[in-house]
């Protein structure tokens, strides 16, 4: 089989998985759940196939006419470079985990099939997005992604929760879709194709008219579908939806999507200076104050969202200084460790009955529990801190080099002033990283206070694709140098420079935040014993504090939609102050970095009160004032019905009399008129 056709059967599969599971997730449930893994699976397995004929050489490209449009053809095509083999492989392996996981983590809830379903349609298209080599055919993978998530961020409409964060991730990635498909059209336009190829051509011969416009516009659409700054706000609100859901967008598609994208184009963003400038400041802004709000959230999923997007930022900042073999790498490395994250706290939930790290900070053992869940965590959170040899210290470390060498001049694809922008965002977000994963570890495995329940052994299900995803969290980045012709042969090790300065930053906010969780916790036992009295000082819960507990650990489930999955119940967490070093870490920003620095508030005035009073006054016109109208007219039509209707007497010699006095006005009429004709 030609690896043409083995590319083409890559997304196909996973779209007629999700189309059988729709068929039949009602009349045949016995295949539901084979029809989500075996489609999955076997793309995965051929899309590494491509990925080893590919080799990292020649770009496997192939098109046939979609449809005659006139002017602008378009193709369905295939574009298949080094990355986009990488990437396709990675989607296949987190979407196949994630299935597998779902199988036990969802195995009670009634919508497992329809969730299923769309879980294998969002995985389609985006290895739509990954291979093709048409703008509009990669714009219909962009698009089904949105509607996807739509559908499974709502997962558990039943909540209010779900439904505004469904709506509000439909909303937002809309806003950067309008100016991006404009700028898609545009860039179509300028160079006179659809087609990747022939887009890349004429920008290296020149052909761009308007390069800086153009690249603004599809930055809007990346922004809002890699929850970049200003349009991030939708991510951390996205935990609605169940766990795994989360592992897949944050993983492998919707916000890798629009990194992928830039990597795809970037010498359409670098034949304009000013494009990368603003795309540095946004990467650069947006890790900084992601990192900040993960220190300061206390919902476990809310942190690894945080950590998403500064992650992210990281990845836009190596293509704003002309890396994106960096980008790419990080984006790689980030998807295993951070799959093992999302998929992880689900087990955490699962077994803590909440997802609040105050209230697991309360609850003593949780890691002897679990303790498939608490190694791979600890893994993955060492991958995420970039601590060495974990796969996250080399991504990064070739994201910090490449920022590394446009400050100095060694590299003069952009400005020396963006590459120090991204170098120093880049070490500041290392320090900030490192300390919220550590609060993270901290709170919900070296907690203090009533046992953790016990509930037996996780599924085999859910802790195999656990350990199956540490091993890439462990030794991708190992493989930075055998897998370096993928990425255009560029080279991916750290230098020493980087390597002090990320692995200082690194340190220095790990060993703060312990010293700071020693002391919180040194307070909270004080706290507890002033509180409670001695009994309850030793671990030993009052009747009071256990009543009070009860209604601290009910509004702790009712913000996790998906502890009602829960099979079994969990007893009351004695009630009491968390110890939580976020707290002394951000200081008085701690308030403001746990609401998001108020964006939401600040876009709410900004925008949806305008809107809003904006529909007020047109519903206020179109029933005041244009109703009127129409009621009127209504209204002396029904008035001259009226009129006419008093004149139908049914008495024939009314209708004589009026037939007769008619005549009679008629004929004075035309007596008078040819009087009048005849004296003139």
């Known amino acids: 089989m030609s690896t043409t056709t083995l590319a083409v059967l890559v997304p196909l599969l996973p779209f007629l998985g999700a189309v059988a599971g729709l068929l039949l997730g009602r009349t045949a449930p016995g295949f539901v759940r084979p029809l989500a893994i075996l489609p999955t699976l076997g793309a995965a397995v051929l899309a590494v196939l491509v990925a080893v004929r590919q080799g990292g050489g020649e770009t496997i490209s192939a098109a046939t006419e979609l449809t005659p449009t006139g002017s602008v053809p378009i193709d369905l095509s295939l574009y298949i470079d080094g990355f986009a083999a990488l990437v396709a492989v990675l989607v296949g392996v987190v979407a196949t985990c994630v299935q597998v996981y779902s199988t036990a983590y969802l195995r009670e809830d009634p919508r497992y099939p329809s969730y299923a379903a769309l879980v294998s349609l969002f995985t389609s298209a985006m290895l739509l997005v990954v291979y093709s080599g048409d703008l509009i055919v990669l714009l219909v993978g962009w698009e089904i992604m949105g509607i996807c998530s739509y559908f499974l961020v709502g997962h558990y409409w039943e909540t209010e929760a779900a439904r505004s964060a469904s709506l509000k991730a439909f909303l937002v990635t809309k806003l950067g879709d309008v100016p991006f498909l404009i700028g898609l059209f545009a860039l179509a336009a300028d160079a006179g194709s659809f087609e990747i190829p022939e887009i890349l051509g004429t920008v290296a011969a020149g052909g761009l008219d308007h390069p800086t416009l153009i690249a603004l516009l599809l930055l809007a659409g990346v922004a809002g579908k890699s929850a970049q700054f200003p349009l991030h706000t939708w991510l951390p609100d996205a935990m609605a939806g169940p766990t795994p859901v989360s592992a897949l967008i944050h993983a492998a598609t919707m916000v890798a999507a629009g990194v992928y994208f830039i990597a795809r184009l970037l010498p359409v963003f670098a034949a304009s200076q000013a494009a990368l400038v603003v795309m540095a400041v946004m990467a650069a802004v947006t890790m900084v104050g992601s990192g900040l709000a993960a220190i300061a959230q206390d919902d476990i999923k809310r942190v690894l969202a945080y950590s998403t997007i500064g992650q992210l930022g990281y990845m836009v900042g190596a293509l704003a200084v002309g890396d994106r073999g960096a980008a790419v790498f990080h984006l790689l490395s980030h998807g295993a460790f951070k799959a093992l994250l999302f998929l992880g706290a689900g087990v955490i939930i699962h077994a803590a009955g909440t997802n609040s790290l105050g209230v697991m900070s309360r609850m003593g053992g949780l890691a002897k529990r679990i303790p498939d869940a608490f190694w791979t965590m600890t893994i993955a959170l060492l991958a995420l801190a970039a601590v060495p040899p974990f796969a996250g210290f080399f991504s990064k470390e070739a994201v910090l080099v490449a920022a590394e060498h446009t400050a100095t001049g060694h590299s003069e694809f952009a400005p020396s002033a963006v590459g120090w922008l991204v170098l120093v965002a880049g070490l500041l977000t290392a320090l900030l990283t490192a300390a919220y994963a550590t609060r993270l570890w901290l709170m919900a495995f070296r907690g203090r206070g009533a046992a953790a329940p016990d509930h037996g052994k996780e599924p085999l299900a859910m802790t195999g694709v656990l350990w199956l995803l540490a091993i890439p969290s462990i030794g991708f980045g190992l493989a930075a140098g055998p897998i370096s012709d993928w990425f255009d042969g560029g080279e991916l090790g750290p230098t020493l420079v980087t390597s002090v300065l990320g692995t200082g930053a690194a340190a220095i906010g790990a060993m703060l935040t312990y010293a700071l969780w020693q002391r919180a916790s040194a307070k909270a036992v004080l706290a507890t014993a002033a509180g409670t009295g001695d009994g309850a000082a030793a671990g030993v819960p009052t009747a009071a504090a256990e ?52 964006l939401d508030a600040v876009y709410d005035r900004l925008f949806v009160r305008p809107v809003q009073a904006a529909a007020s006054l047109v519903r206020f016109l179109d029933r005041e004032v244009v109703d009127t109208y129409v009621r009127g007219a209504g209204t002396g039509t029904q008035l001259l019905g009226s009129l006419v209707r008093r004149a139908q007497t049914g008495n024939v010699q009314s209708y004589l009399s009026a037939l007769l006095a008619g005549a009679v006005v008629l004929a004075i009429a035309t007596a008078v008129l040819a009087n009048v004709n005849a004296g003139s």
Do not use: I, M, N, Q
């Not at 650990?553 to 119940?569: C, F, L, R």
């Open 547 to 598: 009543s009070a507990a009860s209604v601290a650990a009910a509004e702790s489930a009712a913000e996790a939609p998906e502890v009602a999955e829960v099979t079994h119940d969990h007893p009351a967490v004695p009630a009491g102050p968390a110890a939580d070093p976020g707290k002394a870490f951000l200081g008085p920003l701690h308030r403001h970095a746990a609401a998001g620095f108020h």
